[in-house]
């Protein structure tokens, strides 16, 4: 992989259900996340539901379709439950690790490396912008986690399909507000985020040797993990950057606008790389700030394609990226990559 970047894809929505992805599975519960679709529906329902879209929504076929198009990485959202009642603090959930073989053994067939992040945590909410976790600060999800991150390094560990593990996706971290008197934002406290890394690091080590990449989430906050992990103790670690502009104000909505917002990640990735270890982009996507009422459909589609090829050219360097996401049932023009990056296959992807 020396010199060259994976080009991957979010297999979001398939393992933990999301709203946004399958908007029907959700149809009538008010629920928009999976916890919430656990307690709108009940237990029984549940398992109905999440058990048939897991074993229809993502298949062999998928994973041959990405390989044909040009993607040789996937990113795996997994949830702590994903063992069922065989691990920790499942409460009822129905685990999904026969749906993680499937994948190995689809992406072993493909060529396709997997790259396995932990996307849900116990009594953790979503934001409001559903970008990131909101972490129970009365609960300590720490050993729930590192059981999983260990039970997963095990079973995977050996797979030569395995990219690496990411031991928990994108925290909102708690944030100072004022010095005198001391007051902070809510979300975690960074320390404990760290020491929580450091842990599972060990454990993948321990169990699973030196060869998975170990990936550490920036949290969604660019510049402030100037040389954490990356001394000589740690090997193989990269930072995981989540770049999204679709809520950015811009000035203008014409080429000029859309090469901004690639420009924006162009610098926040050379920030991040100031931390001493390699970057990569975990999420991104084709959705824009919304257009001017002037801009005509045609119009939106070349801007739609001008600011895809700007990021592409932005993640020069980062050793992969994974567009968010492989598939949506709605087939969204800027979330699904089948629709958004198929004028981008093989080479052009590069």
């Known amino acids: 992989m020396a010199g060259s970047t994976l080009h991957g894809v979010n297999l979001s929505g398939w393992l933990v259900p999301e ?11 008010r629920a928009t996340s999976d916890d919430a679709l656990f307690a709108a529906v009940g237990p029984k329902h549940y398992e109905e539901l999440v058990r048939g879209h897991r074993a229809t ?21 997994v949830p702590w439950y994903a063992f069922g009642e065989a691990g920790p603090d499942a409460e009822g959930r129905p685990g999904c690790v ?12 493909a060529g396709i490396l997997v790259l396995i992040v932990i996307s849900s945590v116990p009594g953790a909410r979503l934001t409001a912008d559903g970008l990131s976790l909101m972490l129970d600060p009365s609960f300590d999800w720490r050993p729930c986690l590192l059981d999983v991150v260990s039970a997963l390094a095990l079973r995977y560990g050996s797979s030569r399909a395995l990219l690496g593990i990411e031991p928990i996706d994108q925290v909102l971290l708690r944030k100072r507000k004022a010095i005198i008197p001391p ?11 760290r020491n929580y890394y450091r842990e599972a690091y060990r454990v993948v080590r321990r169990t699973a040797g030196s060869e998975p990449v170990f990936v550490v989430s920036d949290a969604g906050e660019h510049g402030i993990w100037r040389g954490f992990m990356s001394h000589g103790r740690y090997e193989n670690v990269w930072l995981d950057a989540h770049l999204y502009h679709h809520t950015d104000v811009i000035s203008g909505t014409g080429p000029s606008g859309v090469r901004y ?6 610098k926040a990735l050379e920030v991040e790389r100031r931390c001493g270890l390699p970057v990569m982009v ?7 700030p919304v257009a ?24 020069e360097g980062c050793p992969a990226w994974f567009y968010q996401t ?12 089948r629709i958004a990056l198929s004028s981008f296959d093989r080479d052009m992807l590069d």
């Open 261 to 266: 917002l690639a420009d924006q990640s162009k």
């Open 282 to 288: 975990g999420e991104w996507s084709s959705a824009m």
């Open 183 to 193: 007051s902070y934002t809510e979300g975690a406290d960074p320390s404990f985020l």
């Open 57 to 77: 929504f993502v298949n062999a076929e998928d994973f041959q379709r990405m390989a044909d198009r040009g993607y040789d990485a996937v990113r795996l959202q």
């Open 326 to 337: 492989w598939k949506t049932s709605t087939r969204d023009l800027d979330w699904d990559a």
């Open 19 to 29: 709203p946004w992805v399958t908007p029907e599975l959700f149809s009538g519960t």
């Open 98 to 109: 026969d749906s993680v073989d499937a994948a190995f053994g689809w992406a072993e067939d």
């Open 292 to 315: 001017g009422p002037t801009v005509t459909p045609e119009g939106r589609l070349a801007l739609s394609r001008i600011y895809t090829s700007s990021q592409l050219a932005a993640f």
